[in-house]
C-alpha cells in the first residue's frame, strides 16, 4: 500500500475545479472520469489524497451515449472493494429489485494483475453503466453492454485539470488538453501542483511560491 498526496494551488485569475484524473494506457475502452473535482477559490490550496491499492469495482443507474458531453456518473449505487489477485473478479446482475453484484465480495478471477468485470445477459441495452474505483471514487467508466466481459489492467499515470468539472464526469479533450502530468518519483509520495496568474502550470516535489 501506498499514501500519495497532491497539494494544489490556485494562483490563477479565477476560482473553478482543480481536477485530478487518471489516465491507463493498455484500455482504451474505458472513459477517465473526474476522479476527484475540489472548488477552490483564488489563492487557496486543496489537498487530494488516495491509496494506490485501493480499488473497486462500481455500477450507476446511468449510461454513457456516444456524445459522452456533460455525463456525470455522481451516482455510485454501489462500491464492491476490490484488489488485483484475491478479488479481482465480479458480475453486475439484475432482478426485480434492480442491479446487484454476484459474487459480492469480488471473487478471484482467472488473471491475476487484472480486474474483470462481466455483465449479465439480461442488463437491459444503455440502462447502466460500470466503473473502477480507487478510494473509493470511480476513476474510469464504460457503458454496460449485457453479456459481456471487461478487463482493467492498470498502467497508470495521474493528471491534474482546471475549470468547472463536475465530480465523476467523462472527461472532455478540452480539459484533457489543458492537463499537466504528475509523476511521483521513486520514494517520493507527495507532490505540489501550482496554476500560475498566466494558467500555466508548474509541478513540483517542493512548495512553490508565486
Known amino acids: ?26 484500455q ?10 475540489y472548488v477552490t477559490n483564488i489563492g487557496v490550496s486543496n489537498t487530494f489524497n488516495w491509496d494506490d491499492t485501493s480499488y473497486g469495482f462500481m455500477w450507476s443507474a446511468e ?28 458480475e453486475l446482475k439484475m432482478n426485480d429489485y434492480g442491479y446487484y453484484f ?29 466503473g473502477i474505483t480507487m478510494s473509493n471514487n470511480p476513476a474510469f467508466g464504460m457503458t454496460a453492454n449485457p453479456n459481456t466481459t471487461s478487463q482493467f489492467t492498470p498502467d497508470i499515470s495521474y493528471w491534474i485539470t482546471f475549470g468547472n468539472i463536475p465530480q465523476s464526469a467523462v472527461m472532455e479533450s478540452l480539459w484533457i488538453e489543458s492537463a ?18 498566466q494558467n500555466i502550470w508548474t509541478i513540483s516535489q517542493t512548495p512553490i511560491n508565486e
Open 102 to 130: 454476484d459474487p459480492n465480495p469480488a471473487t478471484q478471477g482467472t488473471s491475476s494483475g487484472t480486474l474483470t468485470y462481466a455483465v449479465n445477459i439480461n442488463i437491459p441495452t444503455n440502462s447502466a453503466s460500470i
Open 1 to 26: 500500500m501506498a499514501l500519495y498526496k497532491v497539494i494544489f494551488t490556485n494562483n490563477s485569475s479565477v476560482p473553478g475545479d482543480a481536477c485530478l484524473f487518471q489516465k491507463n494506457s493498455k
Open 180 to 197: 499537466a502530468e504528475i509523476i511521483f518519483p521513486a520514494n517520493i509520495y507527495t507532490m505540489y501542483a501550482n496554476l500560475s496568474s
Open 63 to 90: 449510461s454513457i451515449p456516444a456524445t459522452k458531453s456533460l455525463i456525470s456518473l455522481r451516482t455510485a449505487n454501489q462500491v464492491l472493494s476490490a484488489n488485483l489477485t484475491t478479488e479481482n473478479f465480479t
Open 28 to 37: 482504451d475502452s474505458w472513459e477517465s472520469l473526474a476522479w476527484f473535482s
